[in-house]
């Protein structure tokens, strides 16, 4: 009888166990599934120098399109630096006092003691900086492991904008050479004044025309920062400085190349008549852009794509989050903190019916 006890007492432990293992296994996977269920999405802070820039504005709404279709894995906050450093830097500090899994950074200070602060003061937080200068990046890119300075891959812009005026010289000449002198002058619109991207189109557009056999006179050349109103400033005054010189404004984007339409239209100028018509060529293909250049009341745009940037923003991110290669899985290149990306632009003229 007794050993008889002892086996129900076996029994009994074992079958306490049995269903104590059990009952482990369905609580840890539970709380597996709602760890997975629950995961929470990554909080990016991206940080824009100004959404008076249709272009910043352009990346926006590219990121929310990326996070609209990967709600479970990201969240954007967008942040306006209004052009101001006071503001930028203001916003960053109380940033890093936040839960943010990476900061996005397009900066209106881009000195290089101010990015090496930046990098200094954000602790353990992935950062991506956008448009800094190569100079810049060298000397601080081996401050923070966590860094990446990212760039699209040199298209020459310029080069392509400086080959539709080159065309337009060859196929209306008579209307583009006013004076008849056979040297084309021009206004150009600058963006920053250090800025690289603003640099090498300034220097390659005017290359290009020059390198056609085409002469070339500058009446001025304007920093407007990339700025619409800006431009339309600038080009107020200097219509009137010039007026009957100026042939061309060549714009380092669309903003700036529409600010300079909306003065010149103010004095008659660029509302259809050919023959008061100043060929006007930007970078970035807007849609207001596009719509002028086929009314015929711009000259030429480059169409960029934004979409790739932001997914390069996205890609690179998520890898910098998850403590991966920054490049994982991409087909991006990763030199010393630099990341470039694949980017190409589109010449776009439109059809041009101007009476």
């Keep these: ?14 079958l306490i166990i049995f269903v104590l293992i059990n009952i482990s296994q369905v609580n840890t996977f539970a709380i597996s599934s709602i760890s997975i269920n629950n995961r929470k999405a990554a909080n990016v802070a991206v940080l824009l120098y100004s959404f008076d820039d249709p272009y910043m504005l352009e990346i ?27 503001i930028q830097n203001e916003t960053i500090d109380s940033l890093r006092k936040s839960n943010i899994d990476l900061f996005i950074l397009k900066l209106a200070d881009t000195k290089e ?28 890119s081996k401050l923070y492991s966590k860094a990446v300075f990212l760039y699209s891959t040199s298209s020459h812009e310029g080069i392509l904008q400086g080959k539709i005026l080159v065309d337009k010289w060859n196929t209306d000449k008579r209307f583009l050479d006013k004076n008849n002198d056979n040297i084309l002058q021009y206004i150009l619109l600058k963006g920053e004044a250090n800025n690289p991207y603003s640099i090498e189109r300034t220097n390659d557009v005017i ?14 050349l304007v920093n407007a920062n990339w700025f619409r109103e800006l431009a339309k400033t600038s080009i107020n005054n200097l219509f009137l400085k010039y007026d009957g010189k100026i042939e061309a404004i060549i714009a380092n984007n669309d903003a700036m190349a529409l600010g300079a339409i909306e003065a010149l239209q103010k004095y008659g100028y660029n509302k259809g008549n050919k023959n008061k018509n100043i060929a006007i060529v930007g970078i970035d293909g807007l849609e207001e852009a596009k719509n002028l250049i086929d009314k015929g009341l711009m000259t030429g ?11 390069a923003f996205y890609n690179v991110g998520m890898n910098l989050i998850n403590n991966e290669n920054p490049v994982a899985n991409t087909s991006y290149k990763l030199d010393n903190g630099v990341i470039t990306i694949p980017e190409s632009y589109k010449p776009y003229t439109g059809n041009t019916n101007i009476t």
């Excluded at 101010?114 to 000397?139: G, Q, Y």
């Design 60 to 86: 926006k709404k590219s990121l929310e399109d990326i996070e609209n279709q990967n709600k479970d894995k990201v969240h954007f906050t967008f942040y306006d630096g209004k052009n101001n450093v006071a």
């Design 1 to 14: 009888m007794t050993i008889f006890r002892k086996i129900i007492v076996f029994i009994q432990i074992v």
């Design 301 to 311: 745009t480059l169409i960029q794509n934004t979409k790739m940037v932001a997914e």
């Design 113 to 140: 003691e101010t990015i090496k602060n930046i990098m200094l003061n954000i602790k353990n937080v992935p950062i991506i900086f956008m448009e800094v200068a190569p100079e810049v990046v060298s000397n601080v």
């Design 207 to 220: 290359s290009t025309i020059n390198g056609a056999g085409i002469q070339t006179e500058q009446l001025a």
